[in-house]
């Protein structure tokens, strides 16, 4: 189902007036379709497209895939076709058609001059543009409070509608589209009639405006009505009255409930009020015993409170005449400490002292028996020596031992 988003008209959506409104267009049209080949921009769900009964051939195009897509399923058949495409760059070969509508289409779209160079563009050179607008003026009046259409991005009046139109096409018609009330004479099968519209053709007063574009001369503008089926205004107004009983009935009954509801609701509410009362007596009573709890055991808690402060006092004492006592034995402590100290310090310099002749005598020492090792060398160099030898042998020297006491 396309979505109906209030600006498409869908029929089965939209109010019969509204419907209506539009169909009236698209049947003025079909005068001019007679053998057409004819181009419904910005068809829409296509229910103008088919209004097109006497065209040689109908192509619908919409910027939506989803309203092409619904048109196809409920309009679509032989010689009428649809295609998603903008009417601001249409698809077409130049002088494609014989006749395009574009009805409230303009004020939709930002390029709106490149519809209108598009729709010369794919006219044939006798073809016939039948383009539409609401009137500005009065379309911003009828909106009141609701403000500007979020869907129009450039809406005309008379003089800049006229302007535009004949900028692009050397000859333009318009008429104004007003729904106005008339009394018809219909005869009992369909048959051609006569018009008498006298009626407001101010421009500044249209509620719409429509014309008709071509590069060709066109006829004179007639008049044209669309007596639609609910065209009847007493029988549609009575029926209407009807509805409106009826529905005044179902209000009346709904009103009834409604009151019933009512008077269940203020029996409801009066129980809950006194339930709250209660709830109210009883929490009151409840608070009163929980605030004498309170102010028994916050009495409790001050003589509690008063004991702890006094044993805490007491302790205090008892505590400073204890680091009274440990700071004197610490002092004692203190000074045998430094005394200890200053023996240390005696003991390391007598140990250095004694560190320094310890280290001299090792020195002598080492000294000495490097000229002991020297002599025990020397003699026994000369215990070996031959002169020696020979005095000892002559008994005329002295006798040297080695360290065994063993003469050399």
């Not at 709904?254 to 129980?271: F, R, T, Y």
């Not at 034995?329 to 240390?344: G, P, S, T």
């Not at 001299?360 to 490097?370: I, T």
């Amino acid at each position: 189902m396309l979505d109906f988003t209030g600006e498409r008209v869908i029929p089965g959506l939209v109010e019969p007036d509204l419907l209506n409104e539009h169909l009236a267009r698209y049947r003025f049209a079909a005068r001019f379709a007679q053998g057409a080949r004819v181009l419904d921009a910005g068809c829409g769900s296509g229910y103008g497209s088919a209004e097109f009964a006497a065209a040689s051939s109908v192509v619908g195009v919409d910027v939506s895939a989803d309203a092409v897509a619904y048109a196809r399923r409920e309009y679509g058949r032989i010689g009428v076709r649809f295609l998603q495409a903008s009417c601001d760059a249409l698809p077409f070969e130049d002088e494609s058609f014989d006749l395009i509508a574009a009805f409230e289409v303009i004020e939709h779209l930002e390029q709106w001059q490149r519809m209108l160079t598009e729709a010369r563009r794919v006219l044939r050179p006798a073809g016939v543009l039948l383009v539409s607008t609401p009137n500005r003026a009065y379309y911003a009046e009828t909106r009141g409070t609701a403000g500007p259409n979020p869907y129009h991005v450039r809406e005309f009046d008379y003089p800049e509608f006229d302007s535009a139109l004949k900028a692009v096409f050397p000859h333009v018609g318009l008429w104004t589209q007003n729904h106005s009330e008339a009394i018809v004479f219909l005869p009992l099968s369909r048959s051609p009639g006569d018009l008498d519209a006298p009626g407001d053709g101010t421009p500044e007063h249209a509620h719409f405006f429509l014309a008709a574009c071509s590069r060709s001369p066109l006829p004179p503008p007639r008049a044209f009505a669309s007596a639609h089926r609910s065209g009847n205004v007493l029988r549609e107004r009575e029926h209407h009255v009807a509805l409106l009983e009826g529905e005044l009935a179902q209000k009346n009954t709904w009103l009834q409930d409604a009151q019933k509801d009512l008077a269940q609701l203020q029996k409801n509410h009066e129980q809950l009020l006194g339930e709250l009362e209660q709830h109210n007596r009883d929490a009151a009573a409840a608070i009163s015993n929980l605030e004498t709890e309170l102010a028994n055991a916050h009495a409790g808690y001050q003589v509690r409170v008063r004991q702890i402060e006094a044993e805490l006092s007491a302790t205090h004492a008892g505590y400073q005449e204890k680091v009274r006592q440990l700071e004197a034995e610490a002092a004692v402590r203190l000074d045998w400490v430094h005394d200890l100290e200053a023996q240390i310090k005696g003991a390391l310099v007598e140990i250095d002292r004694l560190a320094r002749e310890s280290s001299s005598l090792d020195a002598e020492l080492q000294r000495r028996n490097a000229a002991l090792e020297q002599a025990e060398a020397q003699l026994y160099l000369a215990g070996r020596s031959k002169w020696v030898r020979l005095g000892r042998v002559l008994h005329l020297g002295p006798v040297i031992t080695g360290k065994d006491g063993t003469p050399e």
